[in-house]
């Protein structure tokens, strides 16, 4: 710019005149505006180009007009410059005057930019949720929409009917449901037609599963009905709470039955029951109640007594309510209940008294207390009485006696010709057997047996009946057995030995007695039943028998006519 030489030349004459022309500054214009339109609610982003015009960064400002905001302005030039536009959704539709201003140098083009009207859409979906089997009413908000009352129509998809449609305005409208008890769970493509006017959400309805529920429960392992649950075998699971579930059968995706184990100790009472198939959770409150268990006999310890015997049993009872003082034992006929004593609810101790006469075989055990009653069968056994011998009679018999000995059993099953009997130290010569609990023995008891009680010994086969102390030795009666030489003369004198049984002689004690006529003039004692006697036979002692007395303390034997006396042979 400036001044400018004007020159004309004309062959070889040339003219010229200084300072003739100057070049002042070009008016500045806006030359372009690319893109030129934009659609209400976009962004965009708009370059400018002026001529003559000097953008500076940080001072050019840009104006769309009424609708547009200018977010951002980056000037590339002093005749370029880029604006990023947000053209707001109600923007007026039409063209627009662009106007640049640079400090004092504005600049503006007319019809420089158009706003169209805003792509049709769906802005939200209110529920945006339905489950299967639902019935609700959706409320759907469009932008740049044209809904029409009686035109417009709403699709959810498959297995989703659109009842009824109300708009409320061009850009709102609601709509009444119903899902299907089956359609498919997960996200559906909402689409609002309304003539040629179709606007799709993705994703903008999902239908959701219907919570899975348990509905009915049946009792004694009986099956489980589910309500839109996918039961599977090996995947579900159930659980209840301090119940054992042992295994779960699934018959399809709604039933299952789960076998249980209720402990002995689970609390009386509702549970709730938990059924799991990976994230499906179903639950039933009160499905199930644990309820007492019927109130048995489990155990008697021990299981069996003979006939005759008294034997502590321990009672062990499930469920049961043992009460001192309350609680009665039966054993049934023969088996009494001499004492009671109970630990617990469920344990007790009975002293039994098994009469001799009591059943053999097994006995049922009855438990009552109060209005309860539990019973066992067959849980105690009455054996065979102990074979015992209850007497003997006599008790007792002398050394070289010979006795019959009656013996009464209990229990015992004599037999004649098989039974024995034994006491030590004394032959049995016989036995005679009259029933299985009597028999009498025929006993020698030896003059050399051992003085004291006996054991008495009955066997028969394998049966062993003893009885300790039954049969006492008692010294034999003290007799004078011999008396060797037993004769003698008138004036003789003669040593005599006198045998004894049973007696006792004993030196410097035991005297000697021969009669009147008779004198003992020695005496030797050998042992308790020999002696030597040294006899003096007067003249005048009786013709005859004579006896023989021997005395030890207060043991007397005598023996009559143990001696004789004959007369004297005289010589003339």
Same mark, same amino acid.
């Given at each position: ?101 640079? =400090? ?15 792509? /049709? ?69 909402? &689409? ?148 009671? =004593? ?14 001799? &006469? ?35 009679? /006599? ?30 130290? *004394? ?17 020698? *008891? ?120 004959? /007369? ?5």
């Amino acid at each position: 710019m400036g001044s400018r030489t004007l020159t004309v030349t004309t062959g070889s004459e040339t003219a010229t005149l200084s300072n003739a022309f100057s070049v002042t500054p070009g008016t500045p214009v806006i030359a372009a505006v690319s893109p030129t339109t934009g659609k209400q609610a976009d962004t965009a982003t708009a370059s400018v180009t002026g001529q003559f015009t000097h953008f500076v960064q940080g001072t050019t400002q840009v104006d769309f007009g009424p609708g547009f905001s200018v977010t951002a302005l980056t000037v590339n030039s002093a005749t370029n410059l880029s604006a990023q536009l947000a053209i707001s959704s109600t923007a007026a539709v039409g063209s627009r005057r662009v106007t640049v201003t640079t =400090a004092a140098e504005v600049v503006t083009l007319d019809n420089a930019f158009t706003v169209a009207p805003g792509t /049709p859409a769906i802005t939200t979906v209110n529920p945006s949720t339905g489950q299967q089997g639902q019935n609700l009413v959706v409320t759907v908000t469009g932008q740049f929409t044209g809904f029409v009352q009686g035109s417009t129509q709403v699709s959810f998809g498959a297995d989703v009917t659109v009842v009824n449609v109300t708009v409320a305005s061009p850009t709102a409208l609601t709509a009444q449901l119903e899902v299907g008890g089956t359609a498919a769970a997960g996200p559906r493509a909402l &689409t609002v037609t309304t003539g040629a006017e179709a606007v799709t959400q993705n994703n903008g309805f999902t239908v959701t599963a219907r919570p899975a529920v348990i509905t009915a429960v049946m009792p004694n392992n009986g099956p489980v009905t589910g309500q839109f649950t996918h039961f599977a075998q090996g995947a579900t699971q159930v659980s209840i709470d301090g119940i054992t579930v042992n295994s779960v059968t699934v018959t399809d995706a709604a039933l299952l039955t789960a076998s249980l184990s209720i402990p002995a100790a689970a609390a009386v009472g509702s549970r709730m029951l938990t059924v799991t198939t990976g994230t499906e959770l179903a639950t039933l409150s009160n499905a199930f109640s644990v309820t007492p268990g019927t109130a048995v006999i489990t155990a008697v310890s021990p299981s069996m007594g003979r006939q005759g015997d008294t034997v502590t049993v321990a009672i062990t009872g499930q469920f049961t309510h043992f009460a001192q003082g309350t609680t009665q034992v039966d054993f049934g006929s023969g088996v009494s209940v001499a004492a009671l =004593a109970v630990n617990s609810a469920t344990s007790m101790m009975a002293q039994l008294t098994i009469s001799s &006469t009591a059943t053999v075989g097994s006995h049922q055990v009855a438990v009552t207390t109060g209005a309860e009653a539990g019973t066992l069968n067959n849980p105690f056994s009455v054996t065979p009485g102990r074979p015992i011998i209850t007497t003997a009679m /006599p008790n007792s018999g002398q050394q070289g006696q010979n006795v019959a000995l009656t013996v009464t059993g209990q229990f015992t099953h004599f037999v004649q010709g098989l039974t024995q009997v034994r006491i030590d130290g *004394i032959t049995v010569n016989s036995v005679i057997v009259t029933n299985a609990t009597l028999l009498t023995a025929y006993l020698t *008891i030896p003059e050399a047996a051992a003085l004291g009680s006996r054991t008495l010994i009955v066997t028969m086969g394998p049966e062993l009946a003893t009885l300790s102390n039954a049969f006492s030795v008692t010294p034999g009666t003290p007799v004078i057995m011999a008396v060797s030489p037993n004769t003698a003369k008138q004036a003789d004198t003669v040593t005599v030995a006198i045998a004894g049984q049973f007696t006792h002689f004993a030196p410097g004690m035991t005297q000697v007695d021969l009669g009147p006529g008779v004198s003992v003039t020695g005496l030797t004692v050998n042992s308790a039943t020999s002696l030597l006697v040294q006899l003096s036979i007067s003249n005048v002692a009786p013709v005859g028998s004579t006896y023989v007395t021997v005395t030890t303390a207060g043991e007397v034997v005598t023996l009559n006519n143990a001696f004789l006396v004959t /007369p004297q042979i005289l010589i003339p």
